[in-house]
Structure formats: structure tokens, C-alpha cells
């Protein structure tokens, strides 16, 4: 059922750093936006998974905190207005009779957008967790304690016995750096090979020869130990069988994202493992006015990286104005020869 609707050029799906870019790269176009996300905040898995970790790639940035670029790409974007609604999920989209498109979200919000850009990055997101008895006892604990699958805050890990689950570049790079506050950090991986970035891998090694890091490998989860919802040790399994207990406050296990495009799935796209299939000279999506940039959009050669995802917005803005504005000309200018509108 729908409560309250709205009407305008550009419906985004996704407030992720690539919805966000978009915005504004529409804006530039003439074309006003309204940006829909099932997460409370905007910043997709930037703000989700890791709003302090430095990010090493974005252009003109040496470094930049996850959530520091999602303040600036918002401040970006608020020359354009954006209308958000977060904490609701686009759970309908359909084509309506005027050839525009109906998006109906789980708060009962309706919008009717000439254009749909799609930037779900890997849809509604959430953790792998470990198949641990009594995992839910230890889960919805204060940061810093029981069994976390995001770091939030990194001072909340001060002086806390922490255990690190995975091989990955999180359980890697936040190995390197809770070490350096932290009260202990082991990491448990089911082999002494780690698939994160070599230049991480060195950091954890020497940390690991230095004794600062205990490296347990190759281990697996066996289970929990604690004293009512207070962990107190995570129990692991070594191939033949071993077992042994690591003291601990907090569990990390970090093994990936699990990815459901839940209702995006629904939408007649063109799917392709998990993700749209575009034409990436446009981005879109298969239908007349649908595209979709990210982490969600896939063509031969895509980079799951921020930076793609940006000159994506950018082809999908262009590709959107004669659908946005038909039979308007639309003069390819630099930001730096057309400007953009005063700050408010
Ligand atoms: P996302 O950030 O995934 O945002 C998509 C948003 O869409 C989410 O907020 C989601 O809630 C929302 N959504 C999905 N479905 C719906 C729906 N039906 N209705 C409403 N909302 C919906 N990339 C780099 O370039 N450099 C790095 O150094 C880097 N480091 C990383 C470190 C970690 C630990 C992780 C996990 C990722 C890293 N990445 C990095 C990858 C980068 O974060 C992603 O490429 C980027 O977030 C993709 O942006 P996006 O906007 O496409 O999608």
C-alpha cells in the first residue's frame, strides 16, 4: 500500500558512494534526483563495513577514512537537493502506462521517475556468519565485545582481547591495525595463505615475527565459550582434529558479504550471477530507461572499485538526459566551464 508519493526526473536505488556521485553527475544534467536506501544511513558499505578505514584509491585523495568520503560526497550532492529516503527498501518497480517508472518502497513511499539508475551495489548486505552453536548469544553485544562482524569505531577495541576470523583483506588489514591497541590479536585461518593485499600480508607477517599478532593457522571455528552473554574464549580446530581455547572479549570473523539482490532479482533485469548485465557505453539495463552503475552493474573487465563506479554515474547521467529531457540538445561541458549552483 502506498502512503505518500512523489514525482521526479531521477529515482536512484542506493545511497552507496556511487548513488551518492550520481546525484550529483544527474544534477550537473538538470535533473533532479530522489535517492532511495534500506540502511538508516547513507554511504552504502563505506559507512556499513568500514567508515575508518583509510581508502589508498581515490584520486586526488592519498588517503581518505570510508566515512570521511561519504560526508564529502554528500556535501557534493546537497548542491542538487536530493531528496532521501532512507530505511526503506524498493521492493516494487514497474513500468507505468506514461512509459516512466513506479517504484513502491517498504515504507509505502511510491515515487514515479522518468529515469531508474540502480546502485545496490551487492543488494541488501550482511554478514557470512560461522556455523557456531550458540553464535546468537554472543551477537547484538556492545562494540569492543562478543561476536562483531563490522568494525564501527576502532578505539572501541582498546585493550580488548580480539580474535580475528578469515583471510581476507578486512581480517588482514584490521589485524594490522587493532594490534597496535589492542590487549592481544590472534587471527585463525584454515591456511597459512592470506588473499589480501601483499603489502598488508608483509605488515601482518612482521607483526606476527614480532609477536604482536598470533597467527593461528591452520585452524577453523569450532565454537564459543563464555560466562552468560560475556565471551571469554573462541575454541578452534586445527586438520587433525586438535582443538584449543584463545582467551578473547570479541570475535571478528570476517568472511565476506552474503549477497541478496532480494527483490532487484523480481524486476525482469538482465541477471548475470548475482548482478545486472549492462551495456557499459550506457549503463543500462535492458529497459528504456533503467540503468545501473556500482557494484551491482557487470560487463567484461569490470572493476568492483569506487572509481569505476564513479565514471559510471557519469556515463549513466548522459545516457539518462534525452530520456529525462527528449529533444533537448545536450552540450558535453566541463564542470570547470559550466560551474555548479552556490552552496546553500
Ligand atoms: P554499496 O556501497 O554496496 O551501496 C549500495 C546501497 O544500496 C547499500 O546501501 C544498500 O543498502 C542499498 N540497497 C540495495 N538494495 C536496495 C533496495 N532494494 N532498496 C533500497 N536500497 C538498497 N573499493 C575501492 O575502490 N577501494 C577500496 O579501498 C575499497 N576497500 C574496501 C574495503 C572493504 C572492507 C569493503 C567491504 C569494500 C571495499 N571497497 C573498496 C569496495 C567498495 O566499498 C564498493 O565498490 C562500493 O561500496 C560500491 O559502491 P556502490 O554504491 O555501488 O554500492
Redesign the pocket.
Known amino acids: 500500500m502506498t502512503s505518500t508519493s512523489f514525482r521526479t526526473d531521477v529515482a536512484i536505488?542506493?545511497?552507496?558512494?556511487?548513488?551518492?556521485?550520481a546525484i550529483f553527475e544527474c544534477g550537473m544534467l538538470g535533473m533532479a534526483s530522489h535517492v532511495?536506501?534500506?540502511?538508516d544511513v547513507?554511504?552504502?558499505?563505506?559507512?556499513?563495513?568500514?567508515p575508518e578505514?583509510?581508502?589508498?584509491?581515490?584520486p586526488g585523495f592519498p588517503q581518505i577514512l570510508?566515512g570521511e568520503l561519504i560526508d564529502r560526497l554528500q556535501t557534493q550532492a546537497a548542491l542538487f537537493h536530493p531528496v532521501y529516503h532512507l530505511g526503506?527498501?524498493?521492493?516494487e518497480l514497474k513500468r507505468l502506462p506514461t512509459d516512466r517508472w513506479f517504484l513502491g518502497?517498504?515504507a509505502g513511499v511510491g515515487i514515479d521517475a522518468a529515469v531508474v539508475i540502480l546502485?545496490?551495489?551487492?543488494?541488501?548486505?550482511g554478514p557470512n556468519r560461522p556455523p557456531l552453536a550458540h553464535i546468537q548469544h554472543f551477537e547484538q553485544q556492545p562494540a569492543g565485545s562478543g561476536v562483531q562482524y563490522?568494525v564501527r569505531r576502532r578505539d572501541d577495541y582498546r585493550d580488548r582481547r580480539v580474535v580475528i576470523a578469515g583471510g581476507g583483506?578486512?581480517a588482514v588489514?584490521w589485524a594490522v591495525s587493532l594490534a597496535e591497541i589492542a590487549a592481544s590479536v590472534a587471527v585463525v585461518h584454515r591456511r597459512d595463505k592470506f588473499r589480501a593485499a601483499p603489502d598488508s600480508v608483509q605488515k601482518l607477517r612482521r607483526l606476527a615475527a614480532a609477536g604482536t599478532i598470533e597467527l593461528v593457522v591452520p585452524f577453523q571455528l569450532a565454537g564459543l565459550e563464555g560466562e552468560g552473554k560475556q565471551l571469554t574464549g573462541v575454541v578452534v580446530r586445527d586438520l587433525d582434529g586438535q582443538t584449543r581455547t584463545l582467551a578473547a572479549d570479541v570475535l571478528l570473523p570476517?568472511f565476506g558479504?552474503s549477497q541478496d539482490?532480494?527483490?532487484?532479482a523480481r524486476w525482469g533485469l538482465n541477471l548475470y550471477r548475482n548482478h545486472v548485465a549492462i551495456d557499459p557505453s550506457t549503463c543500462s539495463a535492458g529497459s528504456a530507461g533503467v540503468f545501473a552503475?556500482?557494484?551491482?552493474?557487470s560487463y567484461p573487465g569490470k572493476l568492483?572499485?569506487?572509481?569505476?563506479?564513479f565514471a559510471e554515474a557519469a556515463t549513466a547521467a548522459h545516457a539518462a538526459h534525452p530520456v529525462v529531457h527528449p529533444g533537448e540538445a545536450l552540450h558535453f561541458e566541463y564542470s570547470t566551464t559550466k560551474g555548479v549552483p552556490a552552496a546553500s
Open positions: 536505488i542506493g545511497a552507496g558512494p556511487v548513488g551518492l556521485f532511495i536506501d534500506v540502511l547513507a554511504g552504502g558499505q563505506c559507512t556499513a563495513l568500514y578505514k583509510p581508502i589508498y584509491d581515490i570510508g526503506q527498501q524498493v521492493i518502497t517498504s546502485a545496490a551495489g551487492v543488494g541488501s548486505f563490522l583483506d578486512s588489514d570476517f558479504l539482490l532480494g527483490p532487484i552503475i556500482g557494484d551491482i552493474a568492483k572499485l569506487i572509481l569505476t563506479g
